[in-house]
């Protein structure tokens, strides 16, 4: 059974920083990744970041780089979501998902149940 559990959200200032953490398993896709998306209030669900589970490359969308960083604890079977000098636009809700890498923003198969994320003073 596919399991993906997110974790880490809660209310910052603007500026600030989280560690979003998602727990995965009971997959196995060939190819696969781990992403981490944004749905803002109102908005559409859109991807952020992801990671390969074989050779850990990454991609990022252009709206995070160089804040965001992901990465994975292959002991933990864990991809972690570090989010440095967070905006309001930054809002909404982060959902982690099993995907495949060459469309790791579009071929999602799973998705776990999402954490969510307030950037507010």
């Known amino acids: 059974q596919v399991q993906l559990v997110e974790s880490g959200g809660g209310l910052v200032q603007p500026g600030g920083s989280l560690r979003l953490s998602c727990v995965f398993s009971?997959?196995?896709?060939?190819?696969?990744?781990i992403g981490w998306f944004h749905q803002s209030p109102g908005g559409e669900r859109l991807g952020v970041s992801c990671?390969?589970?074989?050779?850990?490359?990454?991609h990022y969308a252009d709206s995070v780089e160089g804040r965001f960083t992901i990465s994975r604890d292959n002991a933990k079977n864990t991809v972690y979501l570090q989010m440095n000098s967070l905006k309001p636009e930054d809002t909404g809700v982060y959902y982690c998902?099993?995907?495949?890498?060459?469309?790791?923003?579009?071929?999602?198969?799973?998705w776990g149940k999402g954490t969510p994320v307030t950037v507010s003073s």
């Open positions: 998902a099993a995907t495949h890498w060459r469309l790791c923003f579009v071929q999602v198969v799973h």
């Open positions: 009971g997959f196995t896709l060939e190819d696969s990744a």
């Open positions: 990671i390969n589970t074989r050779d850990l490359r990454s």
